[in-house]
């Protein structure tokens, strides 16, 4: 027998969650003033005393502080090997490596775009990526948003990582730990891996073809002498100068890069093996890394702070979703909106609802933030799968696995943002080229999820 259902919390709840989702769409509110400041109104208004929002408040802190941690001390740490270069002679090889061929440009591209996102950074990734590859494309008359959408792609299913904000939302939603998490994902994330290279050849393929009809029609010129030593080099002086502008200045030996490639190892392989939890794990690693790379005080504060921005505002809003999921949860909302979906809904529909709904992961990333995906839609399909056996993990990694992709094809992402225009792209054109690409890589991602059993 079906419980009954609570009209009121239900009405407030939805009216909680459809304000919060319209005002961070349209862009009126920062998800920091929106999920603390509503919830709460909308808690006292179905008739809770500051003594039970307390209590909601505590335990929606609580659910999410581990991530918190770990949010902050991931893009310290991470911020740290970049400022020391400990990417640039991979991206300087990976350039090298492709001597001109459109194919193998396309093949390294997403590479570099894999290993640039495993800071979690989308920002960063586009800095490191774009920039470094673009004249190799305007050398060889490749489209810079064929550039744009292997970056997008790549750096999107490497966002699957704990401290990657989408992974570490999911998780925060269903209260369990990011690396716990995370750790089913990984063959799925490696098969995705695998399945973007192919695509990067094929799309390097159906390139190299456009430019060979270009050619032949007159349009363009081939440089039979592309520079790509030069291309290298002129990468990696603008990497040193842009860290040579920073006031503090780390070591300078050769040893130092193994150092931290190292550490950056022994970091990753603590936390996934468990011997320590994730924000520990990183802790422990921003403090090891500071006096390896940094030889004074001030450098290592400065360098800190240098970082600090990006670390609070990704842990400012996690606390904000905890402040909103406690409030939703632990007041009955949550549960009474999932039991009234579900009497209006199609009874053959509430066994696949995680699946139906991840995959339109990525035209949602169109539609919505990554916030209000997150912390407003995944509670609401976890509590209606939850009544028919299906685990939360099961339900977060549906709508993880389909929206991840469509991360960077969204307009709703500052990093894309920031990457279209370096790139010296439009941002219409992007979504034209790369959406449908994106779309059905997201949706052969959740069939592999299935046929693995992860979801």
């Known amino acids: 027998m079906q419980p009954d259902v609570s009209i009121w919390l239900t009405v407030v709840g939805l009216a ?15 998800p920091i003033v929106g999920m603390t400041l509503i919830p709460i109104l909308g808690a006292l208004i179905a008739g809770f005393n500051f003594a039970e929002i307390t209590e909601f408040l505590e335990a929606g802190t609580s659910q999410v502080m581990g991530v918190v941690v770990m949010f902050i001390f991931a893009i310290i740490f991470f911020g740290i090997m970049q400022d020391s270069g400990l990417f640039n002679p991979f991206v300087r090889s990976m350039i090298l490596v492709t001597r001109g061929n459109v194919v193998v440009v396309a093949i390294a591209t997403a590479i570099i775009g894999m290993v640039a996102q495993i800071d979690g950074a989308g920002a960063s990734t586009f800095l490191i990526s774009i920039p470094a590859l673009l004249p190799l494309y305007k050398e060889l008359h490749m489209s810079r948003y064929l550039l744009l959408l292997l970056i997008a792609l790549s750096a999107g299913l490497v966002n699957m990582i704990p401290w990657g904000g989408p992974a570490a939302r999911a998780a925060s939603v269903i209260g369990t730990d990011p690396v716990s998490f995370y750790l089913p994902l990984i063959p799925l994330q490696l098969a995705g891996l695998v399945l973007i290279l192919g695509l990067a050849t094929l799309l390097g393929i159906r390139e190299k073809r456009r430019i060979e009809k270009r050619v032949k029609a007159g ?18 002086k603008r990497q040193n100068e842009e860290m040579a502008a920073a006031s503090e200045q780390p070591r300078k030996h050769p040893a130092i890069i193994w150092i931290n490639l190292l550490l950056t190892i022994a970091v990753l392989v603590t936390m996934i ?47 904000a979703a905890g402040v909103f999921l406690g409030i939703l949860d632990n007041s009955g909302m949550l549960e009474n909106i999932a039991l009234a979906t579900i009497g209006v809904m199609p009874e053959f529909v509430v066994p696949y609802i995680h699946i139906i709904v991840g995959l339109f992961g990525v035209p949602m990333d169109l539609l919505t933030s990554t916030d209000a995906y997150y912390f407003a839609l995944l509670p609401i399909v976890d509590s209606i799968a939850s009544t028919q056996g299906i685990e939360s993990a099961s339900t977060a990694y549906a709508m993880l696995t389909g929206n991840i992709i469509g991360t960077f094809v969204s307009p709703f992402s500052p990093a894309l943002w920031l990457g279209v225009g370096l790139a010296g792209a439009n941002m219409g054109q992007h979504i034209r080229y790369s959406f449908f690409w994106m779309w059905g890589f997201s949706i052969i991602m959740i069939i592999l999820g299935i046929l693995m059993g992860i979801i």
């Open 16 to 30: 909680i969650i459809f304000l919060i989702v319209g005002l961070l769409i349209w862009g009126k509110i920062s």
């Open 273 to 319: 093996s468990s011997l320590l939890p994730p924000q520990y794990a990183f802790m422990l690693g921003v403090a090891i890394a500071l006096p390896i790379n940094y030889a004074t005080v001030n450098d290592q504060m400065g360098r800190v702070k240098a970082h600090a921005p990006s670390a609070l505002m990704m842990a400012a809003v996690i606390l």
């Open 219 to 236: 349009e363009i010129t081939l440089n039979e002498n592309v520079n790509v030593k030069g291309i290298a080099d002129e990468f990696v």
